[in-house]
């Protein structure tokens, strides 16, 4: 499951289908889209795959929950894909939405470039569809605030791949002359040296290189350095929330220092409204340290459809000391 939130206006189908892989992260293909509304405005979107075919509709995940939790009162449902399950997926998602007080407002089949309305039979939307634009200014107003859409998931994943192996075997080099040198500082001067890396290069928009992928990848491995991180996330203010910053980090470490640079990228990808691409930083996190408790947590989060907003207190408390007892 994937998902994303965004307040935007939208004023037309086209307008709504041309934003959809910004907000998503990748040109949806084979999913079911649900779009949360408020007040006609867009609250949030998630995405799931169809079914294998329209006899197995019990495989559709269900996402009523995500969106009464988003407070959403309307919705448009989508589906990408053949004809058959994309219409058998639509008509269960939105009997689902009505049950629960969600009103659907449209219900649109998207397939080889052309949208098809199943709800309006005017000549605005005819029989044999209607062609997708590349781009309408709705979409544009979105490719302007960060949003951009990836071919398809694998893209997304790549984003998280590997460094080179030269370049990973640099940092691991610089990891262990990091810590040596770091061995005979004590806690005052550790953490000064490590808030001041953090506070460098979230100033900045350049990328570090070994001495400091390794010294930054460390730092985060401090519970109280990686939640200060958290929190300057949170704060706003940042590009991007920097999430070059986190998967450039991520990508260079070995799997033993993993799990913070990944989780630390998730969150930034999480608040910054990507869901599709803190997932992947969760799922790496997690398959490097199984049991790191704080992308347990956030992934959990994520696949419930808590909004970005409701990651506010992410590194300022309960969660955080909960951790250090375990």
Not at 38 to 48: A, G, H, K, N, P
Not at 64 to 91: F, H, M, P
Not at 235 to 252: C, E, F, Q, S
């Amino acid at each position: 499951m994937s998902t994303t939130q965004a307040r935007i206006s939208i004023k037309s189908p086209t307008d709504l289908l041309t934003t959809l892989p910004h907000l998503i992260g990748f040109r949806p293909e084979n999913s079911l889209v649900a779009v949360g509304l408020i007040d006609r405005e867009l609250q949030c979107t998630f995405r799931v795959d169809l079914p294998g075919s329209a006899d197995h509709m019990e495989h559709l995940v269900d996402l009523t929950a995500q969106l009464s939790r988003n407070d959403c009162d309307e919705c448009v449902v989508i589906a990408y894909g053949d004809k058959e399950v994309a219409e058998a997926s639509i008509a269960r998602a939105a009997l689902r939405f009505h049950h629960a007080g969600i009103e659907p407002l449209d219900k649109l089949r998207v397939t080889e470039g052309r949208w098809f309305s199943l709800t309006c039979d005017q000549p605005c939307c005819p029989s044999e569809g209607t062609p997708v634009p590349e781009s309408t200014p709705a979409s544009c107003e979105v490719a302007v605030a960060g949003c951009y859409a990836a071919a398809d998931r694998a893209a997304i994943a790549e984003q998280l791949a590997p460094a080179p192996p030269g370049r990973r075997a640099a940092v691991e080099r610089m990891v262990a002359q990091t810590l040596a040198a770091e061995a005979d500082l004590d806690w005052a001067a550790q953490r000064s040296r490590d808030l001041h890396a953090i506070d460098h290069w979230l100033s900045t928009r350049a990328l570090p290189g070994p001495e400091d992928i390794a010294s930054i990848g460390l730092a985060l491995g401090d519970l109280d350095i990686r939640d200060y991180a958290l929190r300057r996330i949170s704060a706003g203010g940042l590009d991007g929330n920097r999430i070059d910053l986190w998967l450039w980090v991520a990508r260079h470490m070995a799997d033993d220092l993993l799990a913070p640079a990944a989780t630390v990228a998730g969150f930034a990808a999480y608040r910054f409204g990507n869901g599709v691409l803190a997932l992947e930083a969760f799922e790496t996190a997690l398959k490097a340290s199984p049991h790191y408790r704080l992308a347990q947590m956030l992934m959990a989060a994520l696949q419930a459809g808590y909004p970005p907003s409701a990651l506010d207190k992410i590194g300022t408390g309960d969660i955080e000391a909960a951790e250090k007892e375990d």
